[in-house]
């Protein structure tokens, strides 16, 4: 049984461990908005943003770009369409949150309640996007009208729960002395992430071009993580490395690695497609 003076020093330690991040978040975020403000100031710099030019080049080896299917900053389309954008915008708050919590080397996967609930999440996306697709071929019954916002919704829905099918498996492969317990243990847990998750969509549908600004460049953030995810556990896994390191440090090597080698496997998904297609907006047809 913990002795009351060691829960103390251990909430002591918690409170301090999430104030240094809090403050850095605060620090990020601020200096984020600062650099958005700046890029969207001038309304015909924007479509030239050279941030914003390099995110529709990762974006497009994964997404099919399509502008009517794609929210706008100034009438610029984001990197990602609505849906990849509401996809890969939650796996990345979902990083964003779980680090900030402390639980970066919590490795096991969500209860049954939770990851049938995430489950669902992926299904209603998938319910969504065949009836969005549908579209394409009116001589198809729909059942309703797609709209971006039902897209984006969904696909966060989806985002949160692939960050929450990743968090624990890359902990599991990166840690030496990985904490067994889910990173989100209850449903509480789960409303709160959804929360973060709905103000991150209330933000984007306000349309204030900072935000977008930010919330387009963390999107393709979110698609980087999840590629170097499945490659730090892949090639760590292949090279019989896992579970090795004790500190952050030792961390650095195969996330940079993997990084590295995301951009490079999205670069050329994005050559190939532009060669065969002459463009990376869109289909050519459709």
Known sequence: MTSPN?????????????????LLLVVAVGAALVMAFYAVTDPTAVPHDHLLNGADWMGAALCHRITERSFTIYGRQFPLCARCTGMYLGVFLVFLTLLLAGRARWSALP??????????????????GVNSYTHFFPEFPHVYEPRNWLRLLTGMGAGLAMGLFLFPVLAQTLWAEARWQPPIGNFWELAGMMLV???????????QPAVLYVLALASVAGQLLVLMGINVVMLLVLLRRDGRARRWQDTAVPLTICLLLAIVQLGILTFIRLQAFGTITGFPGI
Not at 14 to 21: A, E, H, N, P, Q
């Open 6 to 22: 060691k829960t103390a020093v251990w909430l002591s330690e918690w409170r301090g461990y999430v104030g240094r991040r809090s």
């Open 111 to 128: 209860r049954l309640p939770i990851l049938l609930t995430l489950i669902g999440f992926i299904g209603i996306m998938g319910v969504d």
């Open 197 to 207: 998750a709905g103000t991150a969509v209330w933000l984007l549908l306000s349309n």
